[in-house]
């Protein structure tokens, strides 16, 4: 080859970080703008979070814990008014709390999102409640499993709980059919799982970020009823709950999840072709050197 005369792994070394990112931006894009949709299967462990909801009698009670912030909502969201639609399509009665103070903003989310737009019959008080945020993290799981009026003594809006239909008959957590902690971190699913399920014998279920849900999959079965990692997690739920529930089919809100997915996908393909691009580029420069230096 001609001194100067660039070959295919030059090119390949060569490229501009601001070809890689203008490709990116393509992929999430384009699959935005022409609503780029992939058919979602559903991985038995969200399977068996959907399993356990479906066989909860009517009146049953839900605690759904909103334990994220707004930095991870794109994620968790879908996954919290998943379950909320589900548990009121099957008539359980809903219990909102949160762990973390960013949480109450997204309880007010799904408020809207869920109960105002396809419930708008059911009852504060009678078919759902808001408790609100309390600070003490775990000690405050821990504190609720023995005595949750002693903590929650009124609603989110300053009302006394005994005037609430649905609290008479709580005492404590071990009263729950079913908690489902939505989570980001920390205090989160392992405090859940080690301050109250496992404690109170409570079936727990989670949902939370994709980062976060391999150091919870060793939960599963024993401790985790069922995980929904990331935003294929709550796309899985969501793809199950159309499927079992048609009158949501079409629904934009009820599919935010599976819309998300496509650029998801797309962006990951993106990326993994330059991984392989990038590895070719370095053993194909190392090998020129090799032959370089034999002479």
């Known amino acids: ?39 979602i299967r559903t991985s038995p462990i969200v399977e068996a979070i959907f399993d356990k909801m479906e066989a909860l009698p ?37 219990y909102f709390m949160a762990v973390w103070a960013t949480g109450p903003p997204q309880t007010d989310v799904l408020i809207a999102n869920v109960i105002n737009t396809d419930f708008p019959n059911k009852v504060y008080g009678k078919d759902w409640i808001n408790l609100g945020f309390k600070a003490g993290n775990q000690g405050l799981i821990n504190a609720i499993l023995l005595d949750l ?27 729950m059919s079913l908690i489902v902690c939505i989570g980001s971190g920390f205090p989160g699913v392992r405090e859940w799982v080690q301050f ?43 793809a199950t709950l159309v499927k079992t529930y048609p009158q949501y089919q079409g629904k934009a809100n009820c599919a935010q999840a599976v819309q998300l997915m496509g650029p998801q996908t797309i962006a990951h393909l993106v990326i993994i072709a330059f991984v392989i691009i990038g590895n070719v580029a370095f053993f194909g420069e190392r090998r020129k050197r090799a032959r370089a230096k034999k002479g």
């Open 1 to 39: 080859m001609a001194k100067g005369k660039r070959d295919i792994i030059d090119i390949l070394n060569s490229i501009d970080r601001r070809i890689i990112f203008f490709l990116i931006a393509l992929a999430v894009i384009i699959p935005l703008v022409f609503h780029l949709v992939f058919t």
């Open 58 to 94: 009517p009146g049953s009670k839900v605690l759904v814990s909103f334990d994220y912030s707004p930095s991870t909502a794109p994620e968790n969201q879908p996954m919290a008014e998943a379950i909320a639609r589900h548990a009121l399509q099957k008539d359980l009665k809903l």
């Open 149 to 175: 009026k002693a903590m929650y003594t009124t609603d989110v809006h300053g009302t006394p709980i005994d005037n609430f239909e649905m609290m008479k008959d709580v005492q404590n957590l071990t009263d």
């Open 196 to 238: 109250a399920g496992d404690p109170g014998d409570i079936p727990v279920a989670a949902g939370v970020t994709a980062v976060e849900a391999p150091l919870l999959y060793p939960y599963y079965p024993r401790q985790l009823l069922g995980l929904m990692g990331g935003l294929q997690g709550a796309a899985e739920y969501e």
